[in-house]
């Protein structure tokens, strides 16, 4: 099933919807596609936690969403309590490099997709529609989903809010998906449990067949009075409050010394999305458990792993896991802030804004439902009172690998299992499990062709066209004849090589489907869209890009035409995109692109280094939030280009702090040094910023 899965999402752009029961390898599917896959992709998640589990970002802070619920809808809403699509669409003014990265995913996977609301996923449609100009939903993006729909549901605080336009808060009813062939594909092999009627139990719970549930069989571990002895027992909580007393409770029982271990925080690292306590308190003879598994490949441990704590010193700690004899001395391990970036030849790249060192490890005699999803334990307790939510119960159970392992302080009765219909309900209708080798065989090939139809389409060059000459006709200091001689020539071979598109599309999708009946060579396809791939780069580099950038080099560096300039070099940047990409683009296996006719397809104008047209700014005057706005980029990163330049001793360091500032860090650089910049930003006073800490640092390392 893996593989059929993985070339279904790797070779066609249909769109799915992974799930499975607790255990059944949702995230190691994930895992290997990512480190497989020739797609250019993000991974996001709907909330902070889940995103730096999964290695990518929250949703909201890829597309730049509003945290307010959204309306689909053009009419007025109360903007304290909802967005509509009006106000939905300002947020999307994403910056040049944002744009690029938009326009170049090729997949979006979406992790923990129980938790993500409909109404987000329908802003994430706007959002890659509008930056991509294409009006297929989610702008043509390919969409993979995982999750389970059994377990935690979308937090929704406006539910009467919502309700107005969506059936349900789940991902399912969103607007987007009514017109996406989404497809469910369910692994069933469970790894967890091995134990046929602990999960036949199990799978009623889920299903929220109460009338099945061998209730007698399952409260057979209802044991109130409970208390465990020799072996580790996790106490499974339904709120972070009730953990917390029992952890804080069984720690002061201890005997010994607290040791206490602090989180080393660097970069950018959100503190509501701290993976663990900034500060560790453990003392000897506490119990743990390990939150990621063993990375070293010896593989000691996995998350949710309990183990106890043996000894206790001022920076090592050494445990017994649960199960061996010997002890197992632990390193600190480290989470990453990521945001994803464009790179140079147009590969997706990480980039780590900033990360969280601390031991892998938390108090672990309690611990709530919802952190412990996608956790593994040998021995719980659970207390599955009235404060359950729907599918806590599922989940809190199946957390277990046997039903031996559970104690059960009250007893599970029929009202604390739940049943949502709309879930069962749609994964019937898109259940595909047995389709799995047919659509792929069928769409294969359709999607190899729409890859390069998407390539060659050259339609959206008449709207920039006109966008440009509207820009020429209202700059003052620009040569208007000659402006609209090359607008002039221009527009009816650009018309024309829209229309030839439209034909070749037509055409290719037709032989296509000839093909996929058996009434065409795969041969013939191959050289009909070698031919237009030539076709269109030879022309359009010729008779539109070479024109316009040769008026481009006229007009560059000219007085009063700033804007004018900006906004064309975008129009070049992305024609030149356009062109580059017809050099690489294949079918399936097959190179199109005929080498012999290859020339560089460059401005030839040198583009200046970010920093260093940062520098000039400062230089001609302006202040760090003035050049911030003029240069589209927040104001850490004019900080960050700055302080290239105070490395050199080239900053007047004067323009930016005043003389008390400079003096009191002056004060503590002569004083002592530290190591890392969490080191001086807890010496120093609350107003230095790790940027101005940076920036003032290689000023005074330059002097010294």
Request: charged share 30%.
């Amino acid at each position: 099933m893996n593989e059929s899965l993985f070339n279904l999402a790797e070779h066609t752009n249909r769109s799915i919807f992974l799930t499975g029961k607790a255990g059944t390898g949702k995230t190691t599917f994930l895992n290997d596609f990512v480190s497989k896959t020739n797609k250019k992709h993000i991974v996001v998640a709907p909330t902070g936690i889940a995103a730096i589990n999964a290695g990518g970002v929250t949703i909201h802070s890829m597309f730049g969403l509003p945290l307010r619920t959204f309306l689909p809808t053009t009419e007025r809403v109360d903007s304290d309590t909802a967005n509509n699509i009006a106000d939905l669409m300002h947020h999307f003014k994403y910056r040049k490099d944002k744009l690029k990265l938009l326009r170049e995913i090729e997949i979006i996977i979406i992790d923990e997709v129980s938790m993500l609301r409909a109404d987000v996923l329908d802003m994430m449609d706007f959002s890659l529609r509008s930056v991509r100009r294409n009006q297929q939903k989610f702008g043509g993006v390919q969409m993979l989903f995982i999750g389970d729909l059994y377990q935690l549901p979308p937090v929704v605080r406006d539910e009467y809010v919502l309700k107005q336009y969506y059936n349900s808060p789940f991902f399912f009813d969103s607007y987007a998906l009514k017109e996406l062939p989404l497809i469910t594909l369910e692994l069933t092999t469970v790894y967890r449990q091995k134990d046929e009627k602990f999960l036949e139990i199990l799978n009623e719970i889920r299903d929220g067949a109460v009338s099945d549930i061998d209730f007698e069989t399952l409260n057979e571990r209802h044991i109130p009075d409970f208390e465990p002895t020799d072996e580790p027992y996790v106490y499974l909580t339904s709120h972070n409050k009730m953990a917390d007393e029992i952890n804080l409770k069984k720690l002061k029982e201890l005997k010994g010394k607290s040791y206490f271990y602090k989180a080393e925080i660097t970069g950018n690292f959100n503190e509501n999305q701290y993976p663990n306590e900034e500060v560790l308190e453990l003392k000897q003879g506490c119990q743990i458990m390990f939150l990621r598994n063993d990375a070293s490949g010896e593989k000691r441990y996995f998350n949710g792993k309990l183990a106890e704590v043996i000894e206790v010193g001022e920076k090592e700690i050494s445990v017994i896991i649960d199960g061996e004899d010997e002890l197992f001395h632990l390193k600190k391990e480290t989470w990453d802030q990521k945001r994803y970036s464009l790179g140079d030849d147009k590969s997706i790249q990480e980039e780590v804004l900033g990360s969280f060192k601390q031991f892998p490890i938390r108090l672990a005699w309690a611990v709530t439902i919802h952190k412990s999803q996608g956790l593994t334990f040998d021995r719980l307790i659970i207390d599955a009172g009235k404060s359950f939510a729907s599918g806590q119960v599922y989940v809190a159970l199946s957390r277990c690998r046997t039903l031996e392992g559970i104690v059960l302080k009250s007893k599970i009765t029929p009202e604390v299992i739940f049943s949502d219909k709309r879930v069962s309900k749609f994964q019937d209708e898109t259940h595909a499990n047995d389709r799995v080798e047919e659509i792929l065989q069928t769409e294969k090939y359709d999607y190899s062709i729409k890859k390069i139809a998407s390539r060659l389409d050259c339609k959206w060059i008449t709207a920039s066209l006109e966008m440009w000459y509207n820009s020429a006709k209202f700059s003052k200091f620009l040569d208007q004849d000659k402006a609209k001689f090359v607008y002039g020539s221009l527009k009816p071979d650009v018309a024309k090589f829209g229309q030839i598109f439209e034909k070749f599309d037509k055409i290719i999708q037709q032989k296509t489907h000839k093909f996929i009946d058996g009434k065409e060579e795969w041969s013939e396809i191959e050289t009909k869209a070698k031919g237009a791939v030539n076709f269109f780069f030879s022309n359009i580099n010729e008779k539109v890009f070479s024109p316009l950038k040769e008026f481009y080099a006229e007009s560059k560096g000219v007085k009063g035409l700033k804007q004018y300039n900006e906004d064309f070099r975008v129009f070049l940047d992305d024609l030149e995109d356009y062109l580059n990409d017809l050099k690489t683009v294949h079918l399936l296996e097959t190179p199109l692109f005929d080498k012999t006719i290859d020339v560089p397809v460059t401005s030839k104008i040198a583009k200046i280094p970010s920093h260093i047209l940062t520098f000039q700014l400062f230089e001609d005057g302006k202040t760090i939030p003035e050049i911030a706005k003029e240069r589209g980029l927040v104001t850490e990163t004019i900080y960050g280009h700055l302080a290239k330049f105070a490395e050199q001793g080239l900053l007047d360091i004067k323009r930016i702090f005043d003389k008390e500032k400079i003096k009191t860090f002056e004060k503590e650089f002569k004083k002592t040094s530290h190591e890392t910049l969490n080191d001086w930003k807890r010496v120093l006073p609350n107003e230095f910023e790790f940027n101005e800490i940076r920036l003032l640092l290689n000023h005074f390392n330059f002097k010294k």
